[in-house]
């Protein structure tokens, strides 16, 4: 079955340390990675995706994420964390040959403390 | 407006009665997703349109929820009889039709509390 996994809860770093937060996947075809983050009291927004190409990407507010094929991972990363990206961070992925659908993870929590 | 629109943002309804959610995507885009969140979890997908028919109703949880969409806009989600159960923040979201690459927008839900 297809499926995304966020194996930790919470995530606490310092700030001006890196950051990740792990993402792994479960499809069938080629997978399309997403990473959305959840504000307090906002919504979800858009940080950045994988569809073909540098298994590298970039996105907003200074995150990127790895895609690794092999460990079917699609880790979210950042050099240096702010207390201000304290949030709710979800990963998805839909698959060639399905509807559409975008299927969540059930989220990290990342806590930044100064 | 430039972005997703949700409403009611917040209603209160007592076990039994019918409540029905309204969505407005964003202009121009041709998919829109329902989503549900309960406390503490995270997105339960619900359905999906892609202009307006729906090619995935799989997460409908019962034959209590149902959706339609009125061409490439509005979208109404009704839960009719609520359950205690049903109290979630219900997400709406819309993107430009690229089936498998395109991101998803979202407003910033109607969270239903069934007392």
């Known amino acids: 079955a297809q499926s995304v996994a966020q194996p930790e809860d919470q995530v606490n770093v310092a700030e001006g340390n890196p950051l990740t937060v792990k993402c792994t996947y479960s499809?069938?075809?080629?997978?399309?990675l997403f990473w959305y983050v959840q504000y307090p009291n906002r919504g979800l927004q858009f940080l950045l995706k994988?569809?073909?190409?540098?298994?590298l990407v970039k996105g907003s507010y200074g995150f990127e994420a790895e895609f690794n094929k092999s460990q079917t991972s699609f880790h979210l990363k950042k050099p240096s964390a702010l207390v201000s990206d304290s949030a709710l961070y979800f990963c998805?992925?839909?698959?060639?040959?399905?509807?559409?659908?975008?299927?969540f993870g059930q989220g990290t929590t990342l806590q930044v403390k100064p | 407006g430039a972005g997703v629109s949700q409403s009611p943002s917040n209603k209160v309804t007592e076990k039994g009665k019918d409540v029905e959610l309204r969505c407005d995507p964003i202009?121009?885009?041709?998919?829109l997703y329902w989503y549900r969140q309960r406390l503490g979890q995270g997105l339960e997908f619900l359905i999906y349109?892609?202009?307006?028919?729906?090619?995935?109703k799989s997460g409908l949880p019962s034959d209590r929820f149902s959706a339609e969409r009125t061409g490439e806009s509005v979208s109404t989600l009704t839960i009719q009889r609520t359950q205690q159960e049903d109290s979630a923040v219900y997400l709406c979201?819309?993107?430009?039709?690229?089936?498998?690459?395109?991101?998803?927008?979202f407003g910033e839900g109607s969270r239903l509390t069934v007392l």
């Open positions: 979201a819309s993107s430009l039709g690229e089936l498998l690459t395109g991101e998803l927008f």
């Open positions: 499809v069938s075809g080629n997978p399309y």
């Open positions: 994988y569809i073909t190409g540098d298994n």
């Open positions: 998805a992925v839909r698959f060639s040959g399905n509807t559409g659908k975008l299927i």
């Open positions: 202009s121009g885009h041709t998919a």
């Open positions: 349109f892609q202009g307006n028919s729906a090619p995935d």
